[in-house]
Nanobody, 119 residues
Framework: QVQLLESGGGLVQAGGSLRLSCAAS????????MGWYRQIPGKQRELVATCFSDGSTSSAESVKGRFTISLDNAKNTIDLQMNSLKLEDTGVYYC?????????????WGQGIQVTVSS
């Protein structure tokens, strides 16, 4: 049983900042990646940023320079620092964990956390 505990999020004004955290617990095994996706109203779920166990990261073009992701392998925890938030960042953010390796990966999803940016 793997569980993902998401925290952070909320309501902020445009230009403000929020920090999202996700902690994985249970029989995880070997972590391949941890990251965040989001569901913006009217759009498909999309990658925000993800971090691999070797320390490398990948992020969407729309958030580069504004969002920073970090992974603590020992704690199986990821943090997403979101700065210079825009109205279009509003949506539900989901933590995603992948366990295994590049040949065999199993995904786990959090329940989602609301981020609302106001004008």
């Amino acid at each position: 049983q793997v569980q993902l505990l998401e925290s952070g999020g909320g309501l902020v004004q445009a230009g403000g900042s929020l920090r999202l955290s996700c902690a994985a617990s249970g029989s995880i095994g070997v972590t391949y990646s941890m990251g965040w996706y989001r569901q913006i109203p009217g759009k498909q779920r999309e990658l925000v940023a993800t971090c691999f166990s070797d320390g490398s990261t990948s992020s969407a073009e729309s958030v580069k320079g504004r969002f920073t992701i970090s992974l603590d392998n020992a704690k199986n925890t990821i943090d997403l620092q979101m700065n210079s938030l825009k109205l279009e960042d509003t949506g539900v953010y989901y933590c995603k964990l992948e366990v295994g390796n590049w040949l065999s990966r199993v995904p786990y999803w959090g329940q989602g956390i609301q981020v609302t940016v106001s004008s």
